[in-house]
């Protein structure tokens, strides 16, 4: 209920109103069942608004950080995030990381629908970088389809830093469904993973027409971080 009345009566309006996403391909949205939305990620916003555009509840798994602050800020923050949809996730690795898996899994058991990044983290410059293979196990353990998600301009509308986003026209370009059912039972082979992988973000790549480069973004990041120190 908390979810309905943030997206439809409170932030959902004012947010449509103000930056006037352009949606194309939402038909392309299955309207039952399980299904994974695999997007590129240039914004914090990114998680935002494609839920206010999809008619159907989208789940995020969000960073746990996200959910244990304290005082005023760390409140507001935990609301914020639950009223968009997102569950808390540890992505320190090891166990946790199947305990991320395994909560996706419930969320598409549950005939949910899932948003993923499968870049694994925002991207440093606006390009596109290679996808994590987890969302490849995620979709072949469950048998949903994905169906890739290119959002557009978001980053010009808040870049990676800012704290307040500029208003500006962003959009959203939603592809197909793909059907990778053909690799069933297969999802424990690491080639197969990496193949389903690319695939989609060749997909991806199609619909944001941005510049793709072929090695990890956190790869980049940990580089420059290095590099400025």
């Not at 993973?193 to 695939?199: A, I, Q």
């Not at 480069?213 to 290095?226: L, N």
Request: glycine content about 10%; hydrophobic content about 40%; aromatic content about 10%.
């Amino acid at each position: 209920m908390f979810y309905w009345i943030m997206k439809n009566i409170v932030v959902g309006p004012l947010l449509l109103g103000l930056f006037r996403p352009w949606v194309v391909g939402l038909e392309n949205i299955p309207k039952t069942g399980g299904v994974i939305l695999a997007s590129n990620h240039l914004s914090f916003i990114d998680s935002v608004f494609l839920p206010l555009v999809v008619p159907r509840r989208v789940i995020f798994l969000a960073k746990s950080e996200y959910f244990t602050g304290t005082g005023l800020k760390g409140w507001a923050t935990k609301q914020f995030f639950k009223a968009t949809g997102q569950l808390p996730i540890d992505r320190s690795g090891g166990k946790a990381s199947e305990d991320s898996l395994n909560t996706g899994l419930r969320v598409l058991s549950g005939g949910g629908v899932l948003g993923i990044y499968p870049e694994g983290t925002r991207s440093p410059d606006a390009k596109m970088y290679r996808g994590r293979t987890g969302v490849a196990r995620m979709l072949l353990e469950a048998g949903v389809p994905v169906v890739p998600v290119a959002m557009i301009d978001t980053e010009k509308a808040m870049p990676t830093g800012t704290r307040i986003p500029k208003i500006r026209r962003i959009g959203i370009v939603i592809g197909k469904p793909l059907d990778f059912s053909r690799f069933e039972g297969l999802e424990g082979d690491r080639f197969v993973l990496r193949s389903v992988t690319d695939e989609l973000m060749y997909e991806l790549q199609a619909l944001s027409k941005q510049e793709y480069v072929d090695v990890y973004a956190t790869s980049v990041k940990e580089k420059r971080a290095s590099l400025s120190r």
